[in-house]
Nanobody, 118 residues
């Protein structure tokens, strides 16, 4: 099983970025796909996640600014980040939970750096 994330980079405050993450290596679709972020000295925190049937959870700090979505046919999850703030800076990790088959478990992508300059 692999998660391949892309889309990070440097952006000015108020700008936008879109992250993408492709899940591969299993016949089954992940029950949950989402994004976490981590900054130095802090624990990794959930930013947004979406279930296979479309239920969405979003961290309070990004509500109204970030949108998570998934394309089940492509096993891809997206994170559209608008109105970015300096405090959104961090390494963003794609996460997937697989509940079926012999590869059940939680999987992480390699992390993509998002830097928001003020």
């Amino acid at each position: 099983v692999q998660l391949q994330a892309s889309g990070g980079g440097l952006v000015q405050a108020g700008g936008s970025l879109r992250l993408s993450c492709v899940f591969s290596g299993s016949f089954f679709r992940p029950s949950i796909m989402g994004w976490y972020r981590q900054v130095p000295g802090k624990q990794r925190e959930m930013v947004a996640r979406v279930s296979l049937d479309g239920n969405i959870s979003v961290h309070a700090s990004v509500k109204g600014r970030f949108t998570v979505s998934r394309d089940n046919a492509k096993n891809t999850v997206y994170l559209q980040m608008n109105s970015l703030k300096s405090e959104d800076t961090g390494v963003y990790y794609c996460n997937s939970q697989l509940d079926r088959g012999n590869q059940k478990g939680t999987y992480w992508g390699q992390g993509t750096l998002v830097t928001v300059s003020s």
